[in-house]
């Protein structure tokens, strides 16, 4: 048996041949990347991606490797590979080139995430926020009070001071794009509607992913004309260039579907950490003994019990049809209870089959 220390050294040198690899594969997708570019190519090419995954899952099994390790390694790689094509394709795209963009909110989170994403463009972005600018971004002391020159307005401030500044910019009436990125619409029906009334460039828009969203592929963004004819088509360009599946719907179809999408999705997993926090049992031993079902519920639960509580309280408390989803939840948890309680086997089983139907044709 040869000393620890060799065994190490050859790991470590194993490890930065790896390291070499990986860096040299990241320099061909990027060039792979730039040539989709300029032949206007799709950047994601799924029958691709399930070749090269067959491909290597084959290769692992010959040298005696777990081919779901190797499957699992490439996929994390691609989805870094893609990440880099996207963030590319955007640059290159140069979307927002000698524009000016005002992120008004612009210091929240997803404020940041918005000017990120437009400087990446090539916008100049300003941010006027009651907290002052993230680093090396200028920032307008009082939106009210600018000239509203820019050539794109983003709101992306709370609920109901989202309303306000609507109701603001309508009597301003700037020339620019504008839209919020609000989770709900309801609240600035009042908003929404003075400034279409006023004749702006106005739509609305939500993205369905959060902060820390490097990747859109997969992801979804909704966009509800308001006004303008052509204020979903300008603000939908902004987004060409990446990998997100756009969707466009009513207004006034909207907080209907969040109650469901975000309102009863938050309110299950509040609800199950909760119930954990309250069970007298300790997190440590409960995770000792966890089941496949259990750690995956547990995750998605540690996401949400991270998120801004204020903003999710928002997201009940200010959709009008927060009764309709959480009564669903409050009559399936009963409903639960009473067959468990009962012993109504075939009330449970109904329930699950009910389930496995529903869920089933939820691609069609």
């Not at 828009?205 to 992801?219: E, Y």
């Not at 004819?229 to 969040?258: C, G, N, S, Y």
């Not at 259990?294 to 991270?306: T, Y």
């Not at 801004?308 to 009940?316: A, H, K, M, S």
């Amino acid at each position: 048996m040869r000393p620890l220390s060799e065994l190490r050294a050859e790991l470590d040198s194993v490890d930065a041949q790896l390291i070499g690899a990986i860096a040299r594969r990241q320099a061909i997708v990027a060039e792979i990347g730039r040539w989709k570019h300029a032949q206007g190519k799709q950047l994601r090419d799924y029958q691709r991606e399930r070749e090269v995954i067959s491909n290597v899952r084959a290769r692992a099994a010959e040298a005696g490797l777990d081919p779901q390790i190797a499957e699992s390694v490439l996929k994390l790689l691609i989805e870094s590979s893609l990440t880099t094509q996207e963030q590319d394709r955007v640059r290159l795209g140069a979307k927002g080139d000698g524009a000016r963009a005002l992120i008004i909110g612009g210091n929240g989170r997803m404020g940041r995430w918005f000017a990120r994403f437009l400087a990446a463009q090539g916008y100049t972005v300003e941010i006027a926020d009651p907290s002052g600018a993230p680093d090396g971004l200028p920032s307008v002391d009082d939106w009210a009070s600018d000239a509203l020159t820019q050539d794109l307005i983003v709101i992306a401030a709370p609920l109901r001071a989202s309303n306000a500044i609507l109701l603001g910019l309508a009597k301003r009436a700037p020339k620019g794009l504008i839209f919020d990125i609000g989770s709900l619409k309801t609240p600035m029906q009042e908003g929404l509607a003075a400034c279409a009334k006023a004749g702006l460039r106005i739509c609305s828009v939500h993205p369905m992913f959060g902060p820390d969203a490097a990747l859109l592929s997969d992801r979804h963004i909704i966009f509800m004309p308001v006004g303008a004819t052509d204020a979903v088509k300008d603000a939908r360009a902004l987004f060409v260039d990446t990998m997100v599946q756009p969707v466009e719907m009513p207004l006034a179809e909207h907080d209907h579907l969040i109650a469901y999408v975000l309102g009863l999705s938050h309110a299950l997993n509040i609800a199950f950490f909760s119930a954990l926090a309250n069970s007298g049992e300790a997190a440590p031993k409960l995770a000792n003994m966890s089941s496949t079902t259990f750690d995956r519920q547990l995750q998605i639960a540690s996401g949400v019990a991270q998120e801004n509580p204020r903003l999710y309280f928002e997201i009940q408390s200010l959709n009008a049809y927060r009764g309709e989803a959480l009564g669903a939840l409050k009559r399936a948890v009963d409903e639960l209870t009473r067959c468990v309680d009962e012993g109504d086997e075939i009330g449970f089983v109904s329930i699950m089959e009910r389930g496995r139907g529903y869920l089933s044709a939820r691609g069609k």
